[in-house]
């Protein structure tokens, strides 16, 4: 099942922590929608958890760090849902 997933999803383009809007343009220039929009931004919060032994979201749900990785999940889903979709209308 692992495997399924990794192959689903090798080929998108995360970046994290992100530093330049510049360098983001130009990997989607090249990349298209492989790369997500979403960044996840350096954060205090973020790097505190594995401390405490929690995951981000439950050390804190509100850090910008966590906000940013809800959105990720969102967007994951929307572009796998996208990609179902484009596979249903070929298949039409």
Not at 19 to 32: A, N, P
Not at 47 to 63: H, N, R, V
Request: with cysteine; aromatic share 8%; net charge positive.
């Amino acid at each position: 099942r692992q495997e399924t997933w990794m192959k689903r999803y090798s080929d998108l383009i995360l970046l994290s922590p992100y530093e330049s809007t510049t360098m983001i343009d130009q990997l989607i220039k090249h990349f298209g929608d492989k790369v997500y929009i979403t960044c996840i931004p350096r954060n205090v919060r973020l790097a505190e958890a594995p401390s405490y032994g929690l995951p981000a979201l439950m050390y804190d749900k509100a850090s910008r760090g966590s906000l940013a990785y809800l959105a990720l999940a969102g967007e994951m889903l929307r572009k796998a849902k996208e990609k179902e979709k484009a596979k249903e209308s070929l298949k039409s």
